[in-house]
């Protein structure tokens, strides 16, 4: 008998040992589970666990490329104008390149150091003689502007001997001096000042020539004149920046001059700009040739071969390698030597022919804009002076012809790369004048004039118009001293990553010509178009900056016409007028926006036209719109009136009614208990009275009629006229034998004859009959 309950009670223990097994585990796993997470609680969250699959990382890096999350959402949108650049095979060699660089630093150390001195001195070697910078070291860094500051910590350890070993100390006697262009970029000598540690007083910016207009060249005069001040006020000259090709005009300064002053002084001459790719070519530009002469450069080819993970890279000649290794400019680590990896492959890709023609092609491209803007009248062109030598001369000799001749062949002149032109007022017309904002005003060089800026708005319009319909030639707008907005276009920079080609360019010109039309057109009707607002007395003209279009006006009421204390309410109720004037023209033709001035008024703007566009049509469109609008207003401004003066004296009458209805009455009719049996003891016998309000009149009238008839009887009002005196009207009557109506101002009809034609008759406008003492108001909203 206690075998079966034995073995029954075993298979429950087991049973209920296994059900504990398990609450145990997944009570220790639990708790594992949280100490984990408390001792994990720093990681990332996206970096907790065990990682990722490689094809998962790439699938982020993709949504992170094309997509893009929508502000204040969780949603993302793709960016479908968003791709990256096509890559040619030296591109992709440049890629393989940054790639294989990380994976030799596996090597071992000797195989490491042989491969790195074989490939680091090809590069210095073919470097040098490719930029003729002969005999020069190479520093390859990300930073366009760190070569330049390790260039100057070198040249103050070469004229402060001391340096490396007393630091500011050596340098607190006589100060040292950095000197910069004016066209250079903003904050670079801030950024100088910061990576050396010196005063923001050691920087000197050298003004920019003005002889002939608004150069960017230094002006050498100044820069000797600066120097000389500076040394008698115990200060040490140490390093000079100079531009073959400004950063944004392209132009060249004159390097031979300013290098004849630095040797005079030991100053270091360092030369940067695009326009050092031209030293790769067969024939170097005469104004370019005289940099291979300074003591470094800067060059980006990666930007002017369009070769992505290309470094930078600084050419200097020295002789010392401590002042190199001191001033950062050379390194012991085998590993930060592979930098030129990308140069030797990419070079060995490219060959001495590829890489002159891609620097050919754009400045074949820049020539080639050039040309088609030189014929263009209303354009001003920025980067290159026209000079009258370049025009034809007849020459009194056959020698003077010759050494003409002679010196053409010595002296090669180009074009520069950087194409920066702006939209001016066409100066080449009969009768034309050069503008107010050309001409040179050294007492007031801050205040410029309203055709300034509006010819700088144009010109925003156009750059934005151009990179719209011509992606493969990116323009940018720059501001140049003395001139403006202009735009600039550099093929250097972008033509090689762009894909730009001569048919994209001829494409960019044709575009140019056709947007150009539509700034003719503007500019020459913009006088007129001011003529014509200031002639209608109800359009003012107002002024915005930066806006390109013909101008814009507000529309003025006739009451605020010619009054100039206009308190907040009137401004506020001009604001809304022309709010809804503008929102009717807008219907009609999208040519009007809205636009609002400083002070916070409602304007309209006018747009840019054609030479089909009809300019009085759209002013008297706005006119005759305003006046519209204006007369609607007035409307309901005098039917509010109406109203609320009618419902005033509704009032009254009604207060008045209930005095005579009380005293009529008396006051147990009042009462409501009271009232339905004075009511049934005694009737009143009186008619009802009551009366109405007409909302055409204007006017209260009783309702005796109504009443009597059961109808409404119609009198005769004028809404445009206040106080005038109006007379009840007759209705007309015909007579049951069809013979001529009767009836007129002071006859009199019976009631069926009212009642007859009435009822065949619907009014025009109907009272509000007040039924019984009190006035019915519910239909004043119709």
Request: net charge negative.
């Amino acid at each position: 008998m206690l075998n079966p309950m034995l073995d029954d009670m075993e298979k429950r223990v087991s049973q209920s040992t296994v059900i504990l097994d398990r609450i145990n585990k997944q009570m220790d796993l639990e708790r594992k589970e949280r100490m984990k997470k408390r001792l994990t609680s720093h990681v990332p969250e996206a970096l907790q666990g065990g990682g990722e699959s490689p094809e998962s990382v790439l699938q982020k890096v993709e949504q992170l490329i094309f997509f893009a999350e929508i502000e204040g959402t969780d949603e993302v949108q793709l960016q479908e104008h968003v791709r990256l650049q096509d890559l040619d095979p030296v591109a992709k060699t440049a890629l393989l390149a940054n790639s294989l660089k990380a994976y030799l630093t596996t090597l071992p150390e000797d195989a490491l150091k042989r491969v790195v001195t074989k490939i680091n001195s090809d590069c210095q070697l073919w470097l040098s003689r490719l930029f003729r910078f002969q005999d020069s070291c190479v520093m390859y860094h990300d930073d366009e502007r760190e070569g330049l500051v390790r260039i100057c910590r070198l040249a103050l350890y070469t004229r402060y001997p001391k340096y490396a070993t007393d630091g500011f100390d050596a340098l607190y006697s006589r100060p040292p001096v950095i000197y910069l262009s004016a066209a250079a970029k903003p904050g670079l000598g801030a950024y100088i000042c910061q990576q050396l540690g010196l005063p923001l007083s050691c920087i000197c910016t050298v003004p920019c020539n003005t002889v002939f207009g608004a150069s960017s060249k230094m002006d050498v005069a100044m820069l000797e004149k600066l120097i000389q001040d500076d040394l008698a006020a115990a200060k040490t000259p140490v390093l000079l920046v100079a531009y073959a090709g400004t950063p944004s005009v392209g132009h060249v300064d004159n390097l031979q001059r300013l290098q004849e002053v630095c040797k005079t002084n030991e100053i270091w001459l360092h030369v940067e700009g695009c326009y050092l790719a031209t030293l790769t070519l067969f024939s170097v530009p005469s104004d370019v040739s005289s940099a291979k002469s300074g003591d470094s450069i800067t060059i980006t080819p990666g930007t002017w071969l369009g070769i992505p993970g290309l470094p930078n890279a600084t050419l200097f000649k020295t002789s010392d390698p401590n002042l190199m290794h001191a001033a950062g400019l050379n390194t012991f680590n085998t590993a930060l030597k592979l930098n030129c990896l990308p140069y030797w492959m990419c070079l060995l890709t490219l060959g001495h022919q590829g890489l002159i023609s891609r620097i050919t092609h754009a400045c074949d491209l820049a020539k080639s804009l050039y040309d088609k803007l030189d014929p263009i009248t209303t354009i001003k062109q920025i980067s290159r002076d026209k000079k009258e030598s370049a025009k034809k001369k007849e020459y009194k000799s056959l020698l003077e012809l010759l050494s003409k001749a002679i010196s053409a062949l010595l002296v090669f002149e180009m074009a520069s790369p950087t194409v920066v032109f702006r939209y001016a007022e066409d100066t080449a017309g009969p009768g034309a004048i050069v503008a107010p904002y050309a001409v040179n005003n050294d007492d007031d060089q801050n205040s410029r004039s309203e055709d300034s800026i509006y010819y700088d708005s144009l010109n925003i319009w156009l750059a934005e118009s151009m990179r719209s319909s011509d992606p493969k030639v990116p323009v940018e707008t720059v501001d140049v001293d003395k001139e403006g907005l202009c735009i600039r276009y550099c093929p250097l920079e972008n033509a090689q990553a762009k894909g730009t080609t001569k048919e994209d360019m001829e494409q960019f010109v044709t575009n140019l010509t056709s947007n150009l039309s539509v700034l003719n057109a503007s500019t020459r009707q913009r006088k007129r178009f001011q003529a014509m607002v200031e002639s209608q007395p109800n359009l003012k003209l107002i002024h915005l900056e930066n806006w390109a279009g013909l101008g814009a006006v507000s529309y003025v009421p006739d009451v605020y016409v010619g009054r100039d204390d206009l308190g907040p309410a009137d401004l506020i109720q001009i604001n809304s007028l022309n709010a809804e004037v503008l929102h009717r023209l807008k219907a009609q033709d999208t040519a009007f926006s809205m636009g609002h001035t400083d002070d916070g008024s409602v304007c309209m703007k006018f747009g840019l036209i054609t030479e089909d566009t009809d300019l009085e049509e759209l002013v008297e469109m706005v006119q005759s719109t305003g006046k519209e609008v204006e007369e609607s207003s007035k409307f309901l401004e005098f039917m509010s009136e109406m109203v609320r003066k009618g419902i005033d004296e509704a009032n009254k009458e009604l207060q008045k009614g209930f005095v005579t209805k009380l005293q009529h009455e008396g006051v147990l009719r009042q009462i409501p208990m009271v009232s339905s049996v004075m009511n049934w003891l005694s009737p009143i016998k009186e008619e009802i009275q009551g009366q109405s309000f007409n909302l055409t009149s204007g006017k209260i009238h009783p309702t005796q009629d109504t009443y009597k008839y059961h109808m409404q009887i119609q009198e005769d009002s004028n809404p445009y006229s206040q106080g005038a005196q109006r007379t009840p009207r007759t209705p007309r009557t015909s007579t049951s034998s069809g013979g001529q109506s009767e009836g007129g101002e002071g006859g009199s009809t019976t009631a069926g004859q009212v009642k007859a034609q009435l009822i065949s008759q619907t009014p025009p406008s109907t009272p509000l009959p007040m039924a019984g003492p009190g006035l019915q108001l519910g239909a004043l909203t119709g």
